[in-house]
């Protein structure tokens, strides 16, 4: 069973950018396909940015050219640059680790709060 832990969060005004990390142990990096959520307070955990094993990528519409996903599997690593961060993009981000046949993992979450 494959393990993650996010890092990267933190507060950020306006305009600027943060990079999160989800380093995954404990099963072969290369073979699930991941995805990154984020839930605000109040609010469900929806798709933010999705990456596949085959490094096909999809993003919510109010992140495209903003937000990029990526993945180095030799790091067992996936990322997410944040990019022109706006009030509307604080919230608790999630990572989450998917194979065919195995139900998903999570990771604990990490806070981004965009504020001035």
């Known amino acids: 069973q494959v393990q993650l832990v996010e890092s990267g969060g933190g507060l950020v005004q306006p305009g600027g950018s943060l990079r999160l990390s989800c380093t995954a142990s404990?099963?072969?990096?290369?073979?699930?396909?991941m995805e990154w959520y984020r839930q605000a307070p109040g609010k469900q955990r929806g798709l933010v940015a999705g990456?596949?094993?085959?490094?096909?990528?999809n993003y919510l519409d109010s992140v495209k050219g903003r937000f990029t996903i990526s993945r180095d599997n030799a790091k067992n690593t996936v990322y997410l640059q944040m990019n022109s961060l706006k009030l509307e993009d604080t919230a608790v981000y999630y990572c989450?680790?998917?194979?065919?046949?195995?139900?998903?993992?999570w990771g604990q979450g990490t806070q981004v709060t965009v504020s001035s």
């Open positions: 404990g099963s072969i990096f290369s073979r699930y396909a």
């Open positions: 990456i596949s094993t085959r490094h096909m990528t």
């Open positions: 989450k680790a998917t194979t065919p046949g195995l139900a998903g993992t």
